[in-house]
Nanobody, 125 residues
Framework: QVQLVESGGGLVQAGGSLRLSCAAS????????LGWFRQAPGKEREFVGA????????VYSDSVKGRFTISRESAALTVSLQMNSLTPEDTARYYC??????????????????WGQGTQVTVSS
């Protein structure tokens, strides 16, 4: 089992920034990367971005590209999501997710094996 814990959500005004973190623990052998997703009330879960490989290759959805940045933190198995220029449309619960061992993150949430509990991000206009 892999445990994922997100932190850093909160309330921010439009145009502001927030930084989310996701810490992985447990059976992380074979850990290749991690994905971020979000879900707003009444909407489908949406891929936000992912980071993979020792080199930290990243991929983002078009809706956040250029505003959000995923990176590895100095703490082992911790990944951050830096969110800038936030808009009310970014309001959602944000989740980090890990694929099965030795599998790379994808844009498809169904391919992930482990999920955190999520952290709420609310952007006021």
């Amino acid at each position: 089992q892999v445990q994922l814990v997100e932190s850093g959500g909160g309330l921010v005004q439009a145009g502001g920034s927030l930084r989310l973190s996701c810490a992985a623990s447990g059976r992380t052998f074979g850990y290749v990367g991690l994905g971020w997703f979000r879900q707003a009330p009444g909407k489908e879960r949406e891929f936000v971005g992912a980071i993979t490989g020792s080199g930290g290759t990243t991929v983002y959805s078009d809706s956040v590209k250029g505003r959000f940045t995923i990176s590895r933190e100095s703490a082992a198995l911790t990944v951050s999501l830096q969110m800038n220029s936030l808009t009310p449309e970014d309001t959602a619960r944000y989740y980090c997710a890990a694929p099965p061992p030795f599998s790379s993150p994808t844009t498809n949430g169904a391919s992930y094996a482990y999920w955190g509990q999520g952290t709420q991000v609310t952007v006021s206009s």
